[in-house]
T-cell receptor
């Protein structure tokens, strides 16, 4: 089954404790991205990757890092989480075909105390 | 700088057609209209997209006006499981970032 998986699905942590949210897709997609969703602000893109070893900032990259060492994986790293990073996070992937649809993961609900 | 305008909420009776409008008056010639939905707090789900012609798939129909300044997503027989926030997104070919607005919250009522 074609899918995007994220882990963990729920995480409660404390300020400053480094964490990684994993994202994996099994569709051989070149493009992967991370969004965060906050009440009243909708979904906003954090980072994206056009292919292995190619990453770039989205609209709200501050406080986040990403890496793309393998095509299927695109982890989101919070080196020193802060309470304003409490949010619902989604990973998405698609091919580089001009009109292909994007597939979203199930989401990771992060709370930073 | 919103590219699309949608009503914040709509109700639809179960079994009836749900017609969700979207205005995109500044759409350019090579931009597509995409519709996604988000059920509760799940990941957004693709529904349909089009450039200028009307489109239909197993989930919905998309009607785009001739001047391309507006479109309507039609769910032909809405069910309770169609209750969700529906997003109309305009994006160019080769642009992979999806800009989500506030969408329309559709409530399907028994």
């Amino acid at each position: 089954e074609a899918q995007v998986t994220q882990n963990p699905r729920y995480l409660i942590t404390v300020t400053g404790k480094k964490l990684t949210v994993t994202c994996s897709q099994n569709m051989n997609h070149e493009y992967m991205s991370w969004y965060r969703q906050d009440p009243g602000l909708g979904l906003r893109q954090i980072y994206y990757s056009m292919n292995v070893e190619v990453t770039d900032k989205g609209d709200v990259p501050e406080g986040y890092k990403v890496s793309r060492k393998e095509k299927r994986n695109f982890p989101l790293i919070l080196e020193s989480p802060s309470p304003n990073q409490t949010s619902l996070y989604f990973c998405a992937s698609t091919t580089l075909s001009s009109t292909d649809t994007q597939y979203f993961g199930p989401g990771t609900r992060l709370t930073v105390l | 700088d919103a590219k699309t305008t949608q009503p914040p909420s709509m109700d639809c009776a179960e079994g009836r057609a749900a017609n969700l409008p979207c205005n995109h008056s500044t759409i350019s010639g090579n931009e597509y209209v995409y519709w996604y939905r988000q059920i509760h707090s799940q990941g957004p789900q693709y529904i349909i997209h089009g450039l200028k012609n009307n489109e239909t798939n197993e989930m919905a129909s998309l009607i785009i006006t001739e001047d391309r300044k507006s479109s309507t997503l039609i769910l032909p027989h809405a069910t309770l499981r169609d209750t969700a926030v529906y997003y109309c997104i305009v994006t160019g070919a080769g642009s992979y970032q999806l800009t989500f607005g506030k969408g329309t919250k559709l409530s399907v009522i028994p």
